[in-house]
């Protein structure tokens, strides 16, 4: 993760293990507009990057964007799509949309499996704390 730029806003090597990384389009609901990005799943973050390279030639990933695995939801399967899913999160009363188009239909079969499992790990994290709490 040494590639990754302009990342100051938290430690990546600190987002846990690294699930999954490829080049997907991104496309956001009222900006009518395809971006290709480079996306990382992490334990805590799912990152979106810019692939781009510096003057001598060296690869790199410009960081655009995330969201904490623990405050999105994901639809697994838009309508008429093989490779669109979509990834939202709720904040103040608006809904933020991330449709993600997979190469073909198993790279978003293995997107989304790996998704739900981080969401359904934080799940269960959540209801052992609760419960911890209930009884301390």
Not at 77 to 101: I, M, P
Request: charged share 30%.
């Amino acid at each position: 993760m040494d590639l990754l730029v302009n990342c100051v806003t938290f430690n990546v090597k600190q987002q846990g293990r690294l699930w999954r990384q490829a080049d997907v389009q991104i496309r956001r609901p009222f900006l009518n507009r395809v971006r290709s990005r480079r996306v990382f799943l992490f334990d805590q973050l799912l990152l979106f990057s810019k692939k781009e390279t510096d003057k001598n030639g060296n690869l790199r990933y410009l960081y655009k964007d995330s969201l904490k695995t623990n405050e999105f939801g994901m639809i697994e399967k838009l309508d008429g799509s093989a490779t669109d899913f979509e990834v939202f999160v709720r904040r103040n009363k608006t809904t933020e949309r991330y449709t993600l188009v997979a190469s073909d239909e198993s790279e978003r079969i293995a997107w989304t499996k790996d998704i739900a499992e981080i969401l359904w790990k934080q799940h269960q994290r959540s209801i052992d704390l609760r419960n911890s709490a209930r009884y301390q």
